[in-house]
């Protein structure tokens, strides 16, 4: 399946969640699998993410040196956001099948968190 990290950044949290519903033994497998293909990509793009932080981050004071912050500077944003949107539009494949619905199905989500999951999870039959 191709998706956009962008797609993955925001569906992450609602897997973090779905992973610890009760559900049959297979759904929980195929969950976990699809969970673990997804932490792995996720923890690139927040690598990535922190890399930007740092090459435009203003330089630290000694306050934001204690607590090991960055930040960037309103004047910086707007290339920051622009490289950060750039990079989160790329499409990467995971290699590993659409869920189906039937795995989900007896786990109460909201319509924004299965709107989220969309890309990773097979349409219901019914």
């Known amino acids: 399946m191709k998706v ?3 797609t993955i950044h925001r569906a992450f949290g609602v897997f973090k969640k779905i992973v610890n519903e009760p559900v049959e033994a297979k759904s929980a497998y195929w969950i976990c699998k699809m969970r673990e293909k997804l932490q792995k990509e996720y923890n690139l793009i927040e690598e990535t993410r922190q890399k930007l932080i740092k090459k435009y981050a203003d330089e630290p004071t000694e306050e934001q040196k204690k607590v090991g912050q960055l930040v960037v500077s309103k004047e910086k944003q707007g290339v920051f956001f622009k490289e950060f ?7 990467v ?3 590993i099948p659409k869920l189906k619905f039937d795995y989900i199905k007896d786990i ?8 989220l999951l969309e890309s990773f999870v097979d349409s219901p039959t019914n």
């Open 4 to 6: 956009t990290l962008l």
């Open 108 to 115: 109460k989500l909201s319509a924004a968190e299965l709107s």
């Open 85 to 91: 949107d750039e990079f989160l539009n790329t499409k």
């Open 93 to 95: 494949s995971l290699d």
